[in-house]
């Protein structure tokens, strides 16, 4: 199985905030790299697929970068709906792991 | 509106079996994978496995082969993921999830709201 490690495992940040996280994948993934956004007690939230590309109808200040290994999550300004945790999983093959996520919490 | 609505939560003694159902709707059900993911209270997400309710197939991870079954029935749009041999370690929330491949690439673009099971004496 692809072993998905998140960096940091928590963060603190402020609203206004340029903020990275960072996923590393136990082999070459290529760019089958999904970012998920879940706030306590719902349903995670895709908000971007194939390492960069934007899901419909999330803000343009969420990207994504990266390839092979080596991923990263960026929120450009952060807001204060964005205080969340943040998961990368593979699609590259089954199973589609997850990492073992980012809290992302107000300074 | 597109959506998954999943069944409500259960309580389950060791040892037994639990059913879980999505109902699609707004959507053609039989056009996009589900998958099954499950969240220990405070834990990450796990990946259990995917169904095509098109053709039927499935996929599960190596962790659950022998006590998951996915299925569905088309008639009435509704996906079910059946866990046995139940323990406290599969107390979770239960997410299904619709899978969409764009090109090659695969993505879960809607969940359902997640269905808690838990397993106790």
């Known amino acids: 199985d692809i072993q998905m490690t998140q960096s940091p495992s928590s963060l603190s940040a402020s609203v206004g905030d340029r903020v990275t996280i960072t996923c590393r994948a136990s082999?070459?993934?290529?760019?089958?790299l999904n970012w998920y956004q879940q706030k306590p007690g719902k349903a995670p939230k895709l908000l971007i697929y194939?390492?960069?590309s934007l899901q419909s109808g999330v803000p343009s200040r969420f990207s994504g970068s990266g390839s092979g290994t080596d991923f990263t999550l960026t929120i450009s300004s952060l807001q204060p709906e964005d205080f969340a945790t943040y998961y990368c999983?593979?699609?590259?093959?089954?199973?589609?792991?997850f990492g073992q996520g980012t809290k992302l919490e107000i300074k | 509106q597109v959506q998954l609505v999943q069944s409500g939560a259960e309580v389950k003694k060791p040892g037994a079996s639990v059913k879980v159902s999505c109902k699609a709707s707004?959507?053609?059900?039989?056009?996009?994978?589900i998958n099954w993911v499950r969240q220990a209270t405070g834990q990450g997400l796990e990946w259990m496995g995917w169904?095509?309710?098109?053709?039927?197939?499935?996929g599960y991870a190596q962790k659950f082969q022998g006590r998951v079954t996915m299925t569905r029935n088309t008639s009435i749009t509704t996906a079910y993921m059946e866990l046995s041999s139940l323990r406290s370690e599969d107390t979770a929330v239960y997410y299904c999830?619709?899978?969409?491949?764009?090109?090659?690439?695969?993505?879960?673009?809607?969940w359902g709201r997640g269905t808690l099971v838990t397993v106790s004496s």
């Open positions: 194939a390492a960069s």
């Open positions: 169904m095509s309710p098109n053709s039927g197939n499935t």
């Open positions: 999983q593979q699609s590259y093959s089954t199973p589609h792991t």
């Open positions: 082999q070459s993934i290529s760019f089958y």
């Open positions: 707004g959507y053609t059900f039989t056009s996009y994978d």
């Open positions: 999830a619709r899978g969409v491949l764009t090109g090659t690439y695969w993505y879960f673009d809607l």
